[in-house]
């Protein structure tokens, strides 16, 4: 069946950190991919998405890129700040009215 | 009132106890969805409601049961919960068939004891 693997967190960085948190998926044919972000105390946002291979994702200087020969979607933020300390949630798109998720991965960004 | 709002933000209760959880959207959305989210696990589609019909019930034991009354609104009713069962439940609506729209509430933190 569908199903999203993502890293387990913590991860912890300083301000202005490169950050990648890795993401793998396992599904039938090739979904749409997205990541969504949980800042504390709020529900989950999108953050950004892809809809074919090779697609690139991109917001808030975040960007992810579908790999369909890895089945790979790594979010990626050259430049991370303390705001960004929040759980990311990678998932896949796994029917009519259906998102599958990841475990989510807990980035600390410590100034 | 915007977006989607879940009551009541936390909840503690006792494995006999009954209670309700509830949620309501303001975006016009026409689909509504409960997910439970446990540390360290994926997050877990539990029920969708499509159109004001259960469309997804993803083998979630019947001491949790659901309720749509309408497209605003969305229940999720508790009884004789286990503790395994204390979690983040989180409310989300979309327009139907549009899931990677997703909007999601802040949630209901329930512990069972």
């Known amino acids: 069946g569908n199903s999203v693997t993502q890293m387990e967190g913590p991860v912890t960085l300083s301000e202005e950190a490169f950050l990648t948190i890795n993401c793998t998926y396992t599904a039938t044919g090739y979904p749409s991919l997205f990541w969504y972000v949980q800042y504390p105390g709020e529900g989950l946002q999108l953050l950004l998405k892809a809809t074919k291979a090779d697609d690139k994702g991109s917001n808030k200087g975040f960007e992810a890129t579908y790999r369909k020969e890895t089945t790979s979607f790594h979010l990626e933020k050259g430049s991370v700040q303390v705001s960004d300390s929040a759980v990311y949630f990678c998932?896949?798109?796994?029917?009519?009215?259906?998102?599958?998720f990841g475990a989510g991965t807990r980035l600390a960004v410590h100034p | 009132e915007t977006g989607v709002t879940q009551t009541p933000r936390h909840l503690v209760m006792g494995m006999t106890n009954k209670k309700s959880l509830k949620c309501e959207q303001h975006?016009?959305?026409?689909?509504m969805y409960w997910y439970k989210q446990s540390a360290k696990k994926p997050l877990e589609l539990m029920f969708v409601?499509?159109?004001?019909?259960?469309?997804e019930n993803n083998s979630v034991p019947s001491r949790f049961s659901p309720e749509c009354p309408n497209s605003s609104h969305l229940f999720l009713h508790l009884h004789t919960l286990q503790p395994e069962d204390s979690a983040l439940y989180l409310c989300?609506?979309?327009?139907?068939?549009?899931?990677?729209?997703?909007?999601f509430g802040s949630g209901t933190q329930l512990s069972v004891l």
């Open positions: 998932a896949l798109r796994g029917g009519y009215n259906k998102l599958i």
């Open positions: 975006l016009g959305h026409n689909a």
């Open positions: 989300a609506s979309s327009q139907e068939g549009s899931p990677e729209k997703l909007f």
């Open positions: 409601y499509s159109l004001e019909e259960r469309v």
